[in-house]
């Protein structure tokens, strides 16, 4: 079946730094990709959805030179974190179509 | 805007027992999906149930099925057999025709053996 492989699964990384976050989608094309946000015993925000070649489109209240996506082909959409802080901390999650989501990313910002 | 609304926020059922998680929507829109997701403690998102809304008929997966009250705007989880593998958080879930979708709050299931 369809998979979306995200990369990597957990990440530490220091106050002030980037972090990438990769989806792949691996037996197929999405030509759109969704970034959720998980905060602890919460549900799924979404963040923002991204669609191959054209500009991300952010939820309100999501900053978009923090939270910078591409989609630069039709398998991969990437997240970057920008000059990241503790507060960026959380569980990031991709997902292509309703039912095929990546493995979520556990980032911790010291 | 559309709303999903899970009112349980923890659950617990005997292991072979039956449970309902109980899940309403608002909305306007007349087309959409409503979906169940189970996220177990790999936090790895997986769908357990998708129902179409013009579809009256309630969608089934092996042990899990679903009561779809469109007047009602309800959509509720029915587990039957309950086994300790089903110890999960579940998120109901409304796609609207933009294909965004929209989660609940979850419910906690714990499965007592």
């Known amino acids: 079946g369809a998979v979306v492989s995200q990369h990597p699964s957990w990440v530490i990384c220091k106050s002030g730094t980037s972090v990438k976050i990769e989806c792949r989608s691996l037996?197929?094309?999405?030509?759109?990709m969704f970034w959720y946000r998980q905060f602890p015993k919460q549900s799924l925000m979404l963040m923002a959805t991204s669609n191959e070649g054209s500009k991300a489109t952010y939820e309100q209240g999501v900053e978009k030179d923090k939270f910078l996506i591409n989609h630069a082909s039709l398998t991969l959409s990437t997240l970057t974190v920008t000059s990241a802080h503790p507060e960026d901390s959380s569980f990031y999650i991709c997902s292509a179509r309703e039912a095929f989501f990546g493995q979520g990313t556990r980032l911790t910002v010291v | 805007a559309q709303t999903v609304t899970q009112s349980q926020p923890e659950m617990s059922v005997q292991e072979a027992e039956t449970v309902t998680l109980s899940c309403t929507y608002d909305?306007?829109?007349?087309?959409?999906?409503l979906f169940w997701y189970k996220q177990p403690p790999s936090r790895q998102m997986i769908l357990v149930i998708r129902?179409?809304?013009?579809?009256?008929q309630n969608a089934t997966e092996n042990r899990f099925s679903v009561n779809f009250q469109k007047a009602a705007k309800s959509f509720s989880l029915k587990i039957s057999d309950s086994q300790l593998g089903d110890a999960a958080m579940y998120f109901c879930?409304?796609?609207?025709?933009?294909?965004?979708?929209?989660f609940g709050k979850g419910t906690r299931l714990h499965i007592l053996p």
């Open positions: 129902q179409e809304a013009y579809k009256q």
């Open positions: 037996d197929f094309q999405a030509t759109t």
């Open positions: 879930a409304y796609r609207s025709r933009n294909d965004k979708i929209i």
């Open positions: 909305t306007s829109e007349s087309d959409y999906y």
